[in-house]
């Protein structure tokens, strides 16, 4: 076709040389490292929700001692109001 | 049964990625020793980077949710080489030794997988022009890398890169007429591994590696 089509046909060509033969075992130690890999993020996860679950139960149980809703109890310490 | 479950799915990914593996591993290893730059006798480093990336496409496997698994292992395999790139920057003997890594991944992207220029440039996170410029750039030095017709020993610009200079094996593959293409593969791993290894060791051990490249890549 065009100028550059050629060039890059010619190139392509260059590329598809002769190809290196694949490792029987490359599949077997890649599968294997991804399982790693995987376990990993599974534990790291795991530990994750745990640590959400603990930081739950550990606000329900300050909420439930403090009550921090309770209002305060009425102060008495305003001055009384005299000589209207 | 969670257990029973979970060993079931752990069967049948095995069982899918070896298939993937066994069907598109060959192409992806030569992709990958286009991209580190070594001849085709030698792959341990695109081994080991087509091994990290295919690990990370079976840690994925479950959640590719219909995604190409070859899509996916190439984008990795192009971002872990773009992240290692500085470690592949000492010429090896490849096809492409005489190319930048980033020229290299740009070429092995767009010519030899075919992946569009707006599809690279986002993968690479650099604009369009500049991928285009790239590409152009690294195919005018191959091309003038590559002997002419018949004619394997003098070179058109042995000036562009200082190690086409210094070249012990450049004759030493035959190239008689048709097997043209064959030759240029020989040629240029010939001078890649002499300058190599010369650099490093002396004249004397970069001769014989040198022969040894060529005569390994040229049948």
């Known amino acids: ?62 909420a439930a001692i403090v009550e921090p809703w309770a209002a305060p109890p009425p102060t008495d310490t305003t001055p009384p109001l005299e000589g209207w | ?49 087509l091994t990290a990336a295919l690990a990370r496409t079976y840690a994925r496997w479950d959640r590719l949710r219909g995604e190409d698994p070859y899509d996916h292992t190439r984008r990795t395999l192009a971002a872990l080489f773009a992240h290692r790139g500085h470690r592949y920057r000492r010429p090896r003997g490849g096809t492409l030794a005489r190319l930048t ?32 410029a790239i590409c152009t750039r690294a195919v005018t030095v191959m091309r003038s890398a590559a002997p002419r017709r018949g ?23 035959p190239s008689t007429g048709g097997r043209a293409a064959t030759g240029a593969a020989g040629a240029g791993a010939g001078t890649g591994a002499g300058a190599g290894t010369g650099t490093g060791a002396g004249t004397g051990t970069g001769a014989g590696a040198g022969t040894g490249a060529g005569a390994g890549a040229a049948p």
Do not use: C, N
Request: without cysteine; proline residues 7%; positive net charge.
């Open chain 1, 1 to 62: 076709m065009s100028f550059p089509d050629r060039k890059e046909t010619e190139v392509r060509r260059m590329l598809e040389g002769p190809h290196p033969a694949l490792p029987p075992d490359l599949a077997g130690r890649a599968a294997e490292r991804g399982r790693r890999m995987l376990h990993r993020h599974q534990v790291a996860r795991t530990i994750g929700w745990l640590l959400l679950l603990a930081a739950v139960v550990a606000f329900g149980v300050w």
């Open chain 2, 1 to 49: 049964m969670v257990r029973k479950r979970r060993a079931a799915r752990d069967g049948r990914r095995a069982r899918e990625f070896e298939a993937f593996v066994a069907g598109a591993g060959g192409r992806l290893l030569h992709a990958a020793t286009l991209l580190t730059g070594e001849p085709t006798g030698d792959t341990e480093a695109a081994e080991r980077l």
């Open chain 2, 151 to 173: 004619t394997t020993g003098t070179r058109p610009s042995a000036g562009t890169r200082p190690s086409a200079g210094t070249s012990p094996s450049a004759g030493t593959p």
């Open chain 2, 101 to 132: 890594p980033q020229e290299r991944l740009v070429l092995v992207l767009r010519l030899y997988e075919g992946v569009a220029e707006e599809q690279t440039a986002a993968a690479l996170g650099l604009p369009v022009e500049r991928v285009r």
